[in-house]
């Protein structure tokens, strides 16, 4: 069983930025960050492969955001700059062994989840 926990989430004003991160118990896995906004499904924001060679981002958050990873301590993150309103959400943070499950959306692993807050 793999321990995801993510830390990070703040409130802050339209155009700030937040880092997020997130421990895993467990190395070798491909990773991505998904999110809940109030009130709607969850959605796919971004993606990163076991290595950290390959990233993919939806459309909504690129250029903003920016996924990395560092393998040495089992922690990704996620870089979130020019933070709009529509980006109030829990963001989860999401593993598993094959990375085609992460980009479906249907990861084996979550997270708790951590609140996001983007005031105007």
């Known amino acids: 069983q793999v321990q995801l926990v993510e830390s990070g989430g703040d409130s802050v004003q339209a155009g700030g930025s937040l880092r997020l991160s997130c421990a895993a118990s467990?190395?070798?896995?491909?990773m991505g960050w998904f999110r809940q906004p109030p009130g709607r499904e969850h959605e796919w924001v971004a993606f990163i492969d076991t290595d950290g060679d390959k990233s993919k981002y939806s459309d909504s958050v690129k250029g903003r955001f920016t996924i990395s990873r560092d393998n040495a301590k089992n922690t990704m993150y996620l870089q979130m700059d020019s933070l709009k309103p529509e980006d109030t959400a829990t963001y989860y943070c999401?593993?598993?062994?094959?990375?085609?499950?992460?980009?479906?959306?249907?990861?084996?692993?979550w997270g708790q989840g951590t609140q996001v807050g983007v005031s105007s």
């Open positions: 999401a593993a598993d062994t094959f990375c085609v499950r992460v980009l479906l959306g249907t990861p084996d692993y």
């Open positions: 467990s190395a070798t896995l491909c």
